[in-house]
């Protein structure tokens, strides 16, 4: 049964069937044999055909969904080399989302609106996908401005790295008084009567604004569930199948990693996920990878879940942070020796790993100990590690990486702080933050995602955006042309190398016979939009594992059906999660030309209406009543 109306494909009564059938498509496939195609045919999770409708339609059966593309682009699911998905997906109904909010005072009426039906006891939380400089206003909102939306709901405003914002509830909810003192790395700034006055700053780590967003509620029970399977739907909106999770703070295994599993177990999972184990506990750093490699081994689970490695910190001690409104963070002087033995240990063990590191004075350290495990012939041993990060990394360390069968994986943090970053560092360091076609000329892999979703969006085309513009969520220009990549390179980082770095590059990212049935219809052709606009694209239509998982405009109600948002007082039961926003305004030349096309055109059509006697022959002196005297 067709899902569209569709002429010209008519069911056949044969055993092998596809289950769907994408066609009258400008597919791009990724594969460097076929780049393009126009249909494609999908059985059990797999595809089968690529190529045109003539190719497709002796494999429609009766029980065939044929979808008509109608003309619009289709592209290989995108993967996020670099999402805190598991993390994201417990809390993601508890938080309010400012992704694509434009000005200050839509997300303070939001926020208004919002502590109006949050229950006593809970929270209103701001977490992520913004920045001051995506408003109109170009500031944070003030504390007066949170007490005056929320005076009795806590409510925590989180911006970047750099500091949250609290309204006077959240600080009693919280517990700061004028006798807590500043914690390491962090401020609570005070009044002159020395009592805290709402604003936190990362000093410069942001510890102290992420353990206050601990003491918040959190999900219980099914509830996780929901929060997930939603997040995950929001994700399948952008078009995104897949996901490297990159662990993180807070994020404890197997604890917080039992509701994907659970999912995954119940066939829920409409994200591809592979995740890695990032050790919590300073000091205990040895302890906890020495009884995960007893546990598990990196590539266990399935195509939907499964384990990559360790990382993105192996010990907290050789962490450095990414706080550009402060100065670059001297790391301990001694850290290698433990560092040493995390990196050893999972060598031994097979185990690979992702290393969070900012500055290139971090990685030149990480680099030395490679070098030293290299010489005695244990590193890399046959296992994936890479670099994620890397603003400031220079031409010799990438010659090293390169050298010792690395990869990299970049995110677009600049998107949102590039602001901080010249101001601190200047324009001529932001040009190179980070060095995306050095490295991809050493022919290293290089994987893009967004490091959502405390910070970035998780919006992946807000990140394809930045890597082809090389502009700021605020629109500055960051990266020149020299630094910049094409549209087809953006994507490709978006697919094919991150199924690299999970070992899956012959399964996944490329639409061709063999591969996962992942893939996106695009409400706009990415590779012909005005580049403003890229930003703006949505999925119409997410295909993942052969799957609908998401719907909409004309295929509206084909995806599957997930439980309601709960708690109901969620502010995404409400509003939803990203907020999209119109495409790009006509830059101010551009407008006045097409307004003078339109005068001209207004001009020919008189004169033609006046050659043919339909309008008198009176001058085109414009005509204001105003100033009819």
């Known amino acids: 049964m067709s899902t569209m109306p569709v002429g010209g494909l008519v069911p056949h009564a044969i055993d092998d069937a596809a289950d769907l059938v994408v066609r009258n498509a400008k597919i791009h496939t990724g594969d460097p044999g076929r780049p393009h195609a126009e249909a494609l045919a999908i059985r059990d999770g797999v595809i089968t055909v690529v190529g045109d409708d003539k190719d497709v339609a002796p494999h429609v059966g009766a029980g065939t969904k044929v979808v008509d593309a109608l003309g619009r682009r289709v592209i290989p699911g995108l993967n996020d080399a670099h999402l805190h998905v598991i993390r994201g ?102 009044g002159r009567d020395g009592e805290p006055t709402g604003m936190l700053l990362a000093a410069p780590s942001a510890l102290i604004l992420y353990s206050t967003l601990a003491k918040a509620p959190v999900l219980e029970g099914e509830d996780k569930k929901t929060s997930t399977r939603h997040f995950l739907r929001e994700l399948n909106r952008f078009g995104l199948t897949s996901a490297i999770d990159a662990a993180g703070g807070f994020q404890n295994f197997p604890d917080n990693y039992a509701t994907v599993i659970e999912l995954a177990k119940a066939g829920q999972l409409s994200l591809r996920i592979a995740y890695h184990l990032f050790p919590q506990t300073p000091g205990q750093e040895i302890a906890d990878l020495a009884r995960w490699i007893e546990m598990a081994r990196p590539e266990d689970g399935d195509e939907w879940l499964r384990l990559n490695g360790a990382g993105e910190n192996l010990t907290w001690a050789a962490a450095d942070f990414e706080n550009f409104t402060q100065p670059r963070p001297e790391l301990a002087p001694e850290y290698e020796a433990e560092f040493e033995k995390a990196v050893r240990l999972l060598m031994e063990n097979g185990w690979g790993f992702r ?24 590193f890399p041993a046959g296992n994936r590690w890479l670099f994620d990060h890397a603003e400031t990394v220079s031409a010799d360390s990438l010659d090293r990486i390169a050298a010792l069968g690395g990869a990299m994986s970049v995110q ?61 969520v605020g629109d500055l220009a960051l990266r020149p042309p020299a630094n ?72 509206e109600g084909l995806d599957e059906e997930l439980p309601p948002v709960s708690p109901a007082w969620s502010p995404v039961a409400h509003f939803g999660g990203y907020q999209a926003s119109r495409r790009a305004a006509l830059a101010g030349a551009r407008q006045a030309e097409l307004l003078g096309q339109a005068v001209t055109e207004s001009e020919q059509h008189r004169q033609w209406r006046v050659a043919r006697g339909l309008a008198p022959d009176a001058a085109s002196t414009p005509f204001d009543p105003c100033f009819d005297l």
Not at 355 to 374: M, N, Q, S
Not at 424 to 450: C, H
Not at 461 to 467: D, E, R, Y
């Open 355 to 378: 290393l969070h590191a900012t500055y290139d004075e971090t990685i030149r350290r990480d680099l030395a100990v490679f070098e030293k495990l290299a010489a005695e012939g244990l």
């Open 484 to 555: 910049r990549v094409d549209r087809q390179t953006a994507l490709a980082m978006f697919t094919r190398a991150g199924a690299a770095l999970t070992g899956e590059e012959e399964v996944k990212g490329v639409l061709r016979p063999g591969c996962y049935a992942d893939l996106a219809v695009l409400s706009e052709d990415y590779f012909a939009v005005p580049e403003p606009d890229i930003a703006h694209i949505e999925s119409l239509l997410t295909v993942t594992g052969g799957r609908i998982v998401y719907a909409a405009a004309e295929y």
């Open 89 to 190: 997906g417990l809390n993601y109904v508890l938080e309010l989302r400012w992704d694509g909010v434009r000005s200050l005072r839509q997300g303070l009426a939001m926020l208004r609106e919002q502590a109006a039906r949050t229950p006593k006891g809970q929270w209103v939380r701001v977490v992520g996908g913004w920045s001051a400089e995506q408003f109109a206003e170009r500031r944070l909102p003030t504390v007066a401005e949170l007490n005056a939306a929320a005076p009795d709901t806590p409510v925590f405003v989180l911006h970047l790295y750099q500091s949250a914002v609290l309204n006077r509830a959240a600080l009693k909810a919280a517990g700061f008084t004028r006798d807590t003192p500043d914690p390491k790395g962090g401020q609570i700034v005070r």
């Open 412 to 472: 677009n943090r600049l998107s949102f702080q590039g602001e901080a970053f010249v101001r601190r560092y200047g324009p001529g360091a932001a040009a190179d933050a980070p060095p995306i076609r050095a490295m991809l000329d050493r022919g290293l892999t290089v994987g893009a995602g967004t490091d959502a979703t405390r910070v970035s969006t998780y919006n992946p085309w807000v990140a394809l955006h930045w890597l082809i513009s090389g502009r700021s």
